[in-house]
């Protein structure tokens, strides 16, 4: 074995035998988990719509200058969603959550893959693309295939009327009361935090790894490249989350 094929699976084993001990787990994932399944991570060029970042379409001023074109990127990002499987890192999760008695997957992807995959004990931190929300009386409605014709590209609350918006944070926008603060408890109490595919630049999130680190979490991350996260884990498993998180949980239930 080559010195650095040695080393990865030193580190595999040794992120295996923190999670074999773990009684609370928190997994943590960002737009790298659900890369294999062909979804362009958030920044990549991939992500570009019509010339515009998604830091253009993504915020409540775009919204109100323009809301059919930002129905328009939104349908265009459900339709690649729509087109894609859960992948073995989905699948992954999904089979590691009912191994443990306290288990928290907490996903920034809107994507639905997570759920699709199995996964019951999850908050979408940053909303779902299968619901969307009245922009006035915030009234959540299903989001069926259907409901945004080509004709009308913004649907309108039964209640009140107002145009609804995709339920999902936007930048400048403030999180959902509650979620990070259950997130942060979670950490707080973690005996590992496993990260996987984030670059970590949206604080909030990378915000929860660093916190379970310094309560005395083992903390792990997944990633092709460097990020803030990896540079202070315990282990960083540099690869795809489609090839790593299955031979970690392999790892784990090897003696
Ligand atoms: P990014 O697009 O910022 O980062 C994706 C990360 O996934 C990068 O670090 C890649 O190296 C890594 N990656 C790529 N392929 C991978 C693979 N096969 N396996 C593992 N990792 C891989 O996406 P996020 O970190 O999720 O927020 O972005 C966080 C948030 O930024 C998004 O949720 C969004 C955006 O602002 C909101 O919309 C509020």
């Known amino acids: 074995m080559s010195p650095a094929a040695t080393l990865a699976s030193a580190a595999l084993a040794e992120a295996a035998g923190a999670i074999r001990r773990a009684q609370r787990v928190l997994v943590l994932t960002g737009a790298g988990v659900s890369a294999e399944s062909g979804i362009p991570t958030f920044r990549g060029q991939g992500g570009l719509w019509e010339g515009f970042r998604a830091e253009d379409l993504a915020t409540p001023e775009a919204f109100q200058r323009d ?20 992948n073995p890192a989905h699948a992954v999760i999904a089979r590691m959550e009912p191994r443990f008695p306290e288990f928290l997957l907490a996903t920034q992807n809107v994507d639905g893959l997570h759920r699709r995959a199995g996964s019951r004990r999850l908050i979408e931190i940053h909303g779902t693309i299968d619901v969307m929300r009245c922009s006035v009386c915030s009234e959540r409605a299903p989001w069926p ?5 080509d004709a009308d590209p913004v649907p309108r609350c039964n209640h009140c009327g107002g145009a609804m918006r995709p339920h999902i944070l936007w930048f400048g926008e403030t999180y959902w009361p509650g979620v990070l603060e259950h997130c942060q408890r979670f950490a707080g109490e973690a005996d590992v935090v ?18 379970g680190k310094r309560s005395g979490a083992f903390l792990i991350d997944i990633n092709p490249e460097p990020t803030p996260i990896s540079e202070v884990a315990d282990v960083h498993l540099r690869g795809s989350a489609g090839a790593l998180l299955p031979a970690l949980w392999d790892r784990c239930s090897r003696p």
């Open 145 to 149: 295939d259907d409901a945004v014709p």
């Open 194 to 211: 496993l990260v996987a595919g984030t670059s970590a630049t949206v604080w909030p999130p990378a915000a929860l790894a660093l916190h």
């Open 67 to 86: 809301p059919a074109r930002v129905w328009r990127w939104y349908r265009w990002r459900r339709a690649i969603y729509g087109g894609c499987e859960p």
